[in-house]
């Protein structure tokens, strides 16, 4: 069993930073690329960003280029994503991923976490 826990979300004014955490339990995850994704109110889940566990590469949504940050500490088995120039079309319930698919789409994700509410006000 694999466990992911998201931490770090919260209100904040546009403009504003914020930075999620997702610390990931229960197996090793040499293997496992990780990933964010939201869901807005109404809305289809949608991929965020991604980051390969082995060889550090990342993706982003074009969306979050330029603003969000994906990152990860292999010692403490927790990715971050940190989160700048915040807009409020960027508030939703943000959800951390593994998949064993470098590319982390919804199809290929294996486990979420619980998901953390990101709420930007205008």
């Known amino acids: 069993q694999v466990q992911l826990v998201e931490s770090g979300g919260g209100l904040v004014q546009a403009g504003g930073s914020l930075r999620l955490s997702c610390a990931a339990s229960?197996?090793?995850?040499?293997?496992?690329?990780l990933g964010w994704f939201r869901q807005a109110p109404g809305k289809e889940r949608e991929f965020v960003a991604h980051?390969?566990?082995?060889?550090?590469?990342?993706y982003y949504a074009d969306s979050v280029k330029g603003r969000f940050t994906i990152s990860r500490d292999n010692a403490k088995n927790t990715v971050y994503l940190q989160m700048n120039s915040l807009k409020p079309e960027d508030t939703a319930v943000y959800y951390c991923?593994?998949?064993?698919?470098?590319?982390?789409?919804?199809?290929?994700?294996?486990?979420w976490g619980q998901g953390t509410q990101v709420t930007v006000s205008s």
């Open positions: 991923a593994a998949s064993l698919d470098p590319r982390v789409t919804m199809e290929s994700v294996n486990y």
């Open positions: 229960g197996r090793t995850f040499s293997s496992y690329a």
């Open positions: 980051i390969t566990w082995s060889y550090r590469s990342t």
